[in-house]
């Protein structure tokens, strides 16, 4: 079943629908809200709403994953059996972000937030990631993605200090924007050699910061992925943008 509509449909997420079967799907574990393609719905068309009633409805989901943006609200105080939030934006409203970073979610092992551009409704900070970070109120938490985001080295810089990190597997800043400051702030910040994997394909570093991490991390069984290099196209005269840099999910 595909849940979620592009604005010029009904108007918003078809949750009614999903609620109204909750005493048939009693042993429902998974949803995916907004599922649909470019060729169906551009991502930043896909409107969404609270999704905490849908939580509320099903105590036993394990899994969600929500496409879209606009709308999008995560007022939920507590899930016991989610393992695994996925939210691919090309614009995470901030207050979404920030109630997801708050939220008290004890079974959680997968995080992965798209945190998308300022103008399709993004700008989330790392200010609004701050209980995230800290690693409250998820204690289960093995892997996190911060990802698609125009503040990537904000956020890197941020990660090499924040406690949650000593608990993952894996970490995923890919999508986004990262740069050498970034990749410099993970060297020099808390050890990353208990990770399995570091994800930081589609990025901005320079080819000797790619030999760096490589050199610096993958000695020690950590699988770096540097897939997808981009040119900062900042010194090129035809790109309008004051910044050259872009995420990988926008529009």
Known sequence: MVFGEPWYGDGGLADETLLDLAPRLTGLEAVFLGDLEDDEAMISTIYLQDVAPVLAAFPGL???????????????????????????????????????????????????????????????????????????????????????????????AALASAPVVARLTSLSLSMGTLGDEGAEALLLGQPLTHLRELDLSHHFLSHAMMLRLWTELEPHGVRVDLTSRQEDEGDDPDWDEEDGRYVAVGE
Not at 63 to 77: D, I, K, M, Q
């Open 62 to 156: 394990r899994e969600l994953a929500v496409r879209g943006g606009e709308g999008l609200a995560f007022p939920v105080t507590g899930h016991e059996e989610l393992r695994v939030l996925r939210v691919q934006s090309g614009g995470l409203p901030p207050e979404a972000a920030a109630q997801i970073a708050a939220a008290d979610l004890p079974s959680l092992e997968r995080l992965e937030l798209w945190l998308g551009d300022d103008d399709y409704g993004g700008g989330t900070t790392v200010e609004h990631l701050a209980p995230l970070l800290t690693g409250r109120g998820k204690p289960a938490l093995r892997h996190l993605g911060l990802q698609n985001s125009p503040i990537q080295d904000e956020l890197a």
